[in-house]
């Protein structure tokens, strides 16, 4: 066994399109065969809002490990006759007396699921959620030296970099922003320990604003009266992605690096 273990985290898949192109990705061998453990953001990947339990499994059957989620989690209502059931996917840990669950623990890795306060709907505080999470994973696992990845889902870059701050002087070892579909560059790893990335960005079409439709978007900026975002369905799509390079004996975090390229879509 190698001393190091590889995790991939894709970035928010958006609709038809983000599942296609993910799914491509992964059906080739030299992606799959190359990580211990893929993790995939997934409250976009039903028609851009929430996710079914049909891609829910689809997911599973693409060699997806984990899906976490974010605020738009709820949006499709069948997730509450199964979010109880799946052995994958997580909800952010701090929306009060929920279903599902915050974290999970699997062999090599935990994988903790939060959500940021600014400029977002009102939850409750992530860094006394992660205070929480910490306490009980001591109690649970060997969590000083297990390896543990945050998807922090928030919308603020500087609510992201404080909050990795803190996760990593807690024991951290990876902490990947999600929310914003826009794909940050300033990958790190903090204080030599845990890596870091402010966003990811997203999986879907590539030509339209954040893997909407353009005329769709247009109409609700210019007007400010809600309507319904259409997902864009352009030739061309996305994948927004990052992997990370731990020690797998410490759990720590030795390098992250940045995926990011534009594809013409096998249908």
Request: with cysteine.
């Given at each position: 066994m190698s001393k190091e273990f590889?995790?991939?985290?894709?970035?928010?898949?958006?609709?038809?399109?983000?599942?296609?192109?993910?799914?491509?990705?992964?059906?080739?061998?030299?992606?799959?065969?190359k990580y211990d453990f893929i993790v995939l953001n997934a409250e976009n990947a039903s028609h851009g809002f929430g996710l079914t339990q049909k891609n829910h499994d689809e997911f599973l059957q693409m060699g997806v490990n984990c899906l976490t989620?974010?605020?738009?989690?709820?949006d499709k209502k069948d997730v509450f006759s199964y979010i109880d059931e799946s052995q994958v996917l997580i909800r952010p840990y701090n929306y009060p007396d929920a279903k599902g669950v915050g974290y999970r623990?699997?062999?090599?890795?935990?994988?903790?699921n939060l959500l940021g306060r600014t400029f977002m709907p009102p939850i409750n505080c992530p860094f006394e959620a992660l205070d929480e999470i910490v306490s009980r994973l001591?109690?649970?696992c060997d969590f000083e030296n297990k390896i543990s990845f945050i998807d922090f889902h928030a919308e603020a870059t500087a609510e992201k970099i404080c909050f990795a701050k803190y996760a990593q002087s807690l024991g951290i070892k990876a902490v990947v922003g999600t929310h914003t579909h826009v794909q940050s560059s300033d990958e790190k790893i903090i204080n030599g320990t845990c890596?870091?990335?402010?966003?990811?960005?997203?999986?879907?079409?590539?030509?339209?604003?954040?893997?909407?439709?353009?005329?769709?978007?247009?109409?609700?900026?210019?007007?400010?009266?809600?309507?319904?975002?259409?997902?864009?369905?352009?030739d061309f799509s996305q994948i927004n992605a990052c992997e990370i390079f731990f020690d797998r004996k410490t759990g720590i975090a030795r390098k992250i690096k940045r995926i990011n390229f534009i594809s013409e879509v096998k249908k």
């Open positions: 590889k995790l991939l985290f894709l970035g928010d898949v958006v609709g038809r399109p983000g599942r296609t192109i993910v799914k491509n990705y992964l059906d080739d061998v030299r992606v799959t065969d989620s974010g605020n738009h989690i709820w623990i699997f062999d090599d890795i935990v994988v903790i001591k109690n649970e890596a870091y990335l402010t966003d990811a960005g997203f999986c879907g079409s590539s030509e339209g604003v954040i893997g909407m439709d353009y005329e769709s978007s247009l109409k609700r900026l210019k007007t400010s009266i809600p309507s319904r975002f259409d997902v864009d369905e352009s």
